[in-house]
């Protein structure tokens, strides 16, 4: 039996858009916890797909957006080994919406939660990572960073 470990960093990225200041000037918040994940070993015959040791808890929240959209997004840096590419990692997470279900890319910024106008009070998405869990991996300790980015116009 293969053994591997997999630990990812979620990095926050925050976007504050610029422009014409007032009083109620528009105001995004992210935060994600706990920063880091893993998945166990498992035989692949007997666990087709592995449930993260964790939980991701993903918070946003958004002020003072009027009609305007928002969206939440997630970029994984890279694959996590040649044998090991960062597609094989999905995700599903509760609430439904404004937060969806989706795949890790390291191309295109995966869109993981998306509304208009305000969040306020703040959600928050929990997320549930599942690894494909196959022979042809090869064997050792990988990781890689991810980002969330919350963005509004």
Same mark, same amino acid.
Request: proline letters at 7%; charged letters at 10%; one cysteine or more.
């Given at each position: @039996?293969?053994? +591997?470990?997999?630990?990812?960093?979620?990095?926050?990225? $925050?976007?504050?858009?610029?422009?014409?200041?007032?009083?109620?000037?528009?105001?995004?918040?992210?935060? *994600?916890?706990?920063?880091?994940?893993?998945?166990?070993?498992?035989?692949? /015959?007997? !666990?087709?797909?592995?449930?993260?040791?964790? &939980? *991701?808890?993903?918070?946003?929240?958004?002020?003072?957006?009027?009609?305007? #959209?928002?969206?939440?997004?997630?970029?994984?840096?890279? /694959?996590?080994?040649?044998?090991?590419?960062?597609?094989?990692?999905?995700? &599903?997470? !509760?609430?439904?919406?404004? +937060?969806? #279900?989706?795949? @890790?890319?390291?191309? *295109?910024?995966? !869109?993981?939660?998306?509304?208009?106008?305000?969040?306020?009070?703040?959600?928050?998405?929990?997320?549930?990572?599942?690894?494909?869990?196959?022979?042809? $991996?090869?064997?050792?300790?990988?990781?890689?960073?991810?980002? +969330?980015?919350?963005?509004?116009?």
């Amino acid at each position: @039996m293969k053994r +591997f470990l997999i630990i990812f960093i979620f990095s926050i990225a $925050y976007f504050l858009p610029c422009g014409i200041h007032s009083a109620l000037s528009q105001t995004l918040n992210l935060t *994600v916890n706990p920063t880091s994940i893993s998945f166990s070993d498992a035989h692949p /015959d007997l !666990t087709p797909s592995i449930a993260a040791n964790s &939980t *991701v808890n993903v918070r946003i929240r958004v002020r003072q957006n009027g009609s305007n #959209n928002w969206r939440l997004t997630h970029l994984a840096s890279g /694959d996590l080994s040649p044998s090991i590419p960062i597609s094989n990692i999905s995700w &599903t997470v !509760t609430p439904q919406p404004p +937060f969806i #279900n989706g795949s @890790m890319s390291r191309s *295109v910024a995966q !869109t993981a939660a998306q509304g208009t106008g305000n969040v306020n009070p703040a959600r928050t998405g929990r997320f549930t990572f599942r690894i494909a869990n196959l022979w042809s $991996y090869n064997t050792g300790n990988f990781s890689v960073a991810t980002t +969330f980015t919350l963005s509004a116009p």
